[in-house]
C-alpha cells in the first residue's frame, strides 16, 4: 500500500510467485480495490445485511440464548461488525471478483506476520496478505466459493466451516510459499505454536464479542492451517486440489485429518428431526434448522468446562440436527446427536445438562436428545420417532461470510512430508483420548507414516 493506493507492482509479483508455488494459473484478472476504514465498514454492513438480515439475526439470537451458545440478550451483528471492521486487512470478493486490501489494518500485521518477518528479515506483511487473498481467487476461479447464504431454516453451519477452513488453510500456506516462506521443521513447529494461540489472541483483543464468533473464526485459520499441512505432507499440492474437489464434510474431518483420509471416510451421520403439521396448526412456525458440529459443541461444552475437558467431551461426534419453532414469546428448541459409540454418548448426555441449563436430555443408545421450551406432551417420542436421512444439501448460512482477518495467518509450505514435527503440533493437541475408552468401531483408519 503506497499513500492509499495499492502497489500494483507488489501486486504483479506476488501474483507471479503465487502461481508458481501453487501450482495453479489464474483464468481470468482479479483487479485489486484501495479501501479506508470508511470504505471497509460499509462493505462489512452491506455483507452482513445481505447475508444475516434482522429477521435472521434475531432469531438466530434467540435460539443460541436458548442453549447458552451465547449470553441472553447478546446481539450478534454488532459483534461481528467489530470482529470484522477491527481486524480486517484484505478480503476477496467472490461475486464481485475483486481484491479489497484496507489502507489502515494491512500496516498493522500480527503475530503470526511479526513472527515470520522476524525468520526472513524482510517486511512480509504486504506480500501475505496479497497471496493469500489471491489465492482465494484462484480457488474461487477453480472450483467456486459460496456467494449465496442458506436460510436459517435450512442452514448447515459444520458444513460451511469445514470448507471455510480448507479454503483458509490452503490460503496461508500458499502465502507463505509465494512470499519465500520455506521453513525448516523447528520453525513450523514454533508457527504452529503461534497459530495455537489465535483464540486467547482474539479473547484479549475483542472481549465483548462472543466466544462463539471468536473460536468458530480462530478455528477456520489454526485448524484448517493444521489440515492442509497434513495434505501437503501426503502429496503436495495435488492432494490439497484433491480436497478442494472433494472438501471436507464435517468439522470433524477437519479437527481429525486421519478420519477424512482414512481409506473409510468417517463422514456425518445425517439425522432428521420429524416434525409434522401439527404444530403449524398449533401456531408454531419453524424458526431455525443446523447442523452444529464438533467445533460448535467443543464451544458450546468450553463455557462450562476446562478446554481439553470440553474437547473431550465433544470427539466422539458423529451427527446432530438443531429445530426451532416459535409461537409469541415461546420457542421450542430440539437438538438430536448422534454419536461414534454409547460411551461418547453417555460423556456428552452428562456435561448437557451442565452446559445447557434448564434442558431436559435424554440419552437411547448412541444418542442424545436436547430439548429446551415447553414442548406438548408426547412430542418427545415423535422426536425419536424418525431417523431417515435429511435431503437438503446446499451450502451456505451466515458464516459463509467473505470477509477474511489477516491479523492470524502465517505459515509456510511442506516440502516434504516431514509427519514428526506435525505429530509434536498438532496429533497430541487435537487427538488426544481418554485412552480407557475403546476405539469407534466402523473406522478404518490409514496408518500414519
Known sequence: MRRGRVNEALVDQVRIRLVAERHLEF????????LDPTDVAAVVDAELARTFPPSDRERTEAV?????????GTQLEPAMHRLFTTQLAAFYDPR????????????????GLRLLTAFTGRDLVG????????????????????VEAEPVTAAHTDRVLARRALLEGDATWASFAAAGGAL???????VLQELDR?????????????????????????????FVDRLLARGGWPAVDRAQADPPASCEQVLHPERYLAA????????????????????????????????VVRVLASRRLPPEQAAQVADGWGGDRLVAFGRGGELLVAWMTAWDTERDAIEFAEAAPLVVPGARVEHRGA??????????????????????PEASAGLGHHRSLALELREMCAHGERRGPHEAGLQVGVDLRHERRDLRRPPPQHRDDLALA
Not at 96 to 111: D, N
Not at 203 to 225: I, K
Request: glycine share 6%; hydrophobic share 45%.
Open 27 to 34: 483464468r481470468a484478472p482479479v483487479p485489486t480495490r484501495a
Open 64 to 72: 443460541y440464548a436458548s442453549l447458552a451458545l451465547v449470553e441472553p
Open 96 to 111: 464481485a471478483k475483486y481484491l479489497g486490501v484496507a489502507t489502515r489494518a494491512v500496516q498493522s500485521g500480527g503475530v
Open 127 to 146: 506480500e501475505l496478505v496479497v497471496a493469500h487473498e489471491l489465492t482465494h481467487a484462484l480457488q474461487d476461479q477453480h472450483w467456486g466459493l459460496p
Open 184 to 190: 525448516d521443521d523447528a520453525t513450523r513447529a514454533r
Open 198 to 226: 489465535l483464540g486467547p489472541q482474539l479473547a484479549v483483543s475483542l472481549p465483548d464479542v462472543p466466544p462463539l464468533l471468536r473460536e468458530t473464526l480462530a478455528f477456520q485459520y489454526r485448524s484448517g492451517s493444521i
Open 264 to 295: 473409510s471416510r468417517d463422514a456425518p451421520i445425517p439425522i432428521d428431526v420429524p416434525t409434522t403439521p401439527e404444530l403449524r396448526r398449533a401456531g408454531f412456525a419453524p424458526v431455525l434448522a443446523d447442523t452444529l458440529g464438533e467445533v
Open 367 to 388: 444418542r442424545v436428545l436436547v430439548v429446551v421450551g415447553p414442548w406438548p406432551r408426547g412430542w418427545r417420542e415423535r422426536l425419536w420417532a424418525s431417523r431417515q
